[in-house]
């Protein structure tokens, strides 16, 4: 069974840059053919897909997060990434990765979640 573990500071002040680390085992993040996606939910709000990194290497932006996310991967560690720019205190949430065959995820009955990570972006 595939399994997911986000890692990374929980802490991050405003204009910084967010970085989070997916940690997967018992399955490739290169086997078709999967897409890896990043979500996050704030406090007291529904959850919010961000964008995903395909099994090919492809990347996929939410538009309203495209001008600052980065999503890149590493193949020999299995893991991949999610950086997040100049962040600010409405970027607060629990950020999770998941994996499933649609590239879009919003549900979190449907595929493969890390548990979350909390991430507070405070001064």
């Known amino acids: 069974q595939v399994q997911l573990q986000e890692s990374g500071p929980g802490l991050v002040k405003p204009s910084q840059t967010l970085s989070l680390t997916c940690t997967v085992s018992g399955g490739s993040i290169t086997t078709n053919y999967y897409y890896w996606s990043w979500i996050r939910q704030p406090p007291g709000k529904g959850l919010e897909w961000m964008g995903a990194?395909?099994?090919?290497?492809?990347?996929y932006y939410s538009p309203s997060l495209k001008s600052r996310t980065s999503i890149s991967r590493d193949t020999s560690k299995n893991q991949f990434t999610l950086q997040l720019s100049s962040v600010t205190p409405e970027d607060t949430a629990v950020y999770y990765c998941?994996?499933?065959?649609?590239?879009?995820?919003?549900?979190?009955?449907?595929?493969?979640w890390g548990q979350g990570t909390q991430v507070t972006v405070s001064s």
């Open positions: 998941a994996r499933d065959t649609a590239v879009v995820v919003t549900s979190i009955q449907s595929g493969s």
């Open positions: 990194i395909a099994y090919s290497g492809s990347t």
